[in-house]
């Protein structure tokens, strides 16, 4: 069983930055976990932004994001972040992070997933 909190959405302008934090909890080792952070938009379905694997090797990001988001983690802290920097209109979504067993980019394959934090970009 893993709880997971996500912070740091907010309102930017475009051009602008975030970083989202989701911190771990629960009676799981954290460093067993792939990681991935997905968005959902009103009226859209939700969709993979980023993965990191276990131990942070690996990642991989959608192409909407690739070269200006970067996902990362800290086992020690049991926390995944993502940070976006460039950030658009078309990144406005609710952000979830979810677990998974091996680093992937399909969204049935999460476990456990977030609350959602909210991040809105305006023009």
């Known amino acids: 069983q893993v709880q997971l909190v996500e912070s740091g959405g907010g309102l930017v302008q475009a051009g602008g930055s975030l970083r989202l934090s989701c911190a771990a909890s629960?009676?799981?080792?954290?460093?067993?976990?792939?990681m991935g952070w997905f968005r959902q938009a009103p009226g859209k379905e939700r969709e993979f932004v980023a993965a990191?694997?276990?131990?942070?090797?690996?990642?991989y990001y959608a192409d909407s994001v690739k070269g200006r988001f970067t996902i990362s983690r800290d086992n020690a802290k049991n926390t995944v972040y993502l940070q976006m920097n460039s950030l658009k209109p078309e990144d406005t979504a609710v952000y979830y992070c979810?677990?998974?067993?091996?680093?992937?980019?399909?969204?049935?394959?999460?476990?456990?997933w977030g609350q959602g934090t909210q991040v809105t970009v305006s023009s």
């Open positions: 979810a677990t998974s067993s091996a680093v992937t980019r399909t969204r049935r394959e999460y476990d456990y």
């Open positions: 629960g009676r799981s080792t954290f460093s067993s976990y792939a």
């Open positions: 990191i694997s276990r131990r942070g090797g690996s990642t």
